[in-house]
T-cell receptor
Framework: GAGVSQSPRYKVAKRGQDVALRCDPISGHVSLFWYQQALGQGPEFLTYFQNEAQLDKSGLPSDRFFAERPEGSVSTLKIQRTQQEDSAVYLC??????????????FGSGTRLTVV | DQQVKQNSPSLSVQEGRISILNCDYTNSMFDYFLWYKKYPAEGPTFLISISSIKDKNEDGRFTVFLNKSAKHLSLHIVPSQPGDSAVYFCAASAEYGNKLVFGAGTILRVKS
């Protein structure tokens, strides 16, 4: 596709509910990233895939967070037993080359998650 | 600990004048720096970057300056236009790192 597509755009979850957020990267892009952006803050790194391999998950805040990219294209970020502190915008980004964040990458519009 | 800091939450500038957005960093391992622009309800859009081997990079109306000894960079927009009104994020990375570390952002308002 022309850009990085994320769905849903908005998600309201009750505390304790599981959620799944989807990211469709730009076709052919090797690298895929997930970031979390809390209100009034900059995006914070969660995890990084190169093709289907999850090379860095150091930013995942707890074991309730899980990401996958089984075929090296679409990725899903899953949050189990959501808590209020999980409320944030979740941004997905992709880049053509691997592991070189310095050259910038393309972000999607994000999924705004609100846990009530 | 905030490794990348944007100390001005907001900035208001008259159309046609210069906008200067500032950013400080603490991690000496960073050697690539980027600026992203974000409109409401959209994802951040890459604007311009600079390597630590340079002290200036220019792209049209946008110029980024890097002072490595002071661990400080700035983005100059001249002349500023109303369409430049957005949130600007400073970000940093080690050259072959896979993650960007972002500042909290500065809201720029350009008044016509």
């Amino acid at each position: 596709g022309a850009g990085v597509s994320q769905s849903p755009r908005y998600k309201v979850a009750k505390r304790g509910q599981d959620v799944a957020l989807r990211c469709d990267p730009i076709s052919g892009h090797v690298s895929l990233f997930w970031y979390q952006q809390a209100l009034g803050q900059g995006p914070e790194f969660l995890t990084y895939f190169q093709n289907e391999a999850q090379l860095d998950k150091s930013g995942l805040p707890s074991d309730r967070f899980f990401a996958e990219r089984p075929e090296g294209s679409v990725s899903t970020l899953k949050i189990q037993r959501t808590q209020q502190e999980d409320s944030a915008v979740y941004l997905c980004a992709s880049s053509l080359v691997g592991g070189q964040a310095a050259y910038g990458y393309t972000f999607g519009s994000g999924t705004r998650l609100t846990v009530v | 600990d905030q490794q990348v800091k944007q100390n001005s939450p907001s900035l208001s500038v008259q159309e046609g004048r210069i906008s200067i957005l500032n950013c400080d960093y603490t991690n000496s391992m960073f050697d690539y720096f980027l600026w992203y622009k974000k409109y409401p309800a959209e994802g951040p859009t890459f604007l311009i970057s600079i390597s630590s081997i340079k002290d200036k990079n220019e792209d049209g109306r946008f110029t980024v300056f890097l002072n490595k000894s002071a661990k400080h960079l700035s983005l100059h927009i001249v002349p500023s236009q109303p369409g430049d009104s957005a949130v600007y994020f400073c970000a940093a990375s080690a050259e072959y790192g896979n993650k960007l570390v972002f500042g909290a952002g500065t809201i720029l308002r350009v008044k016509s």
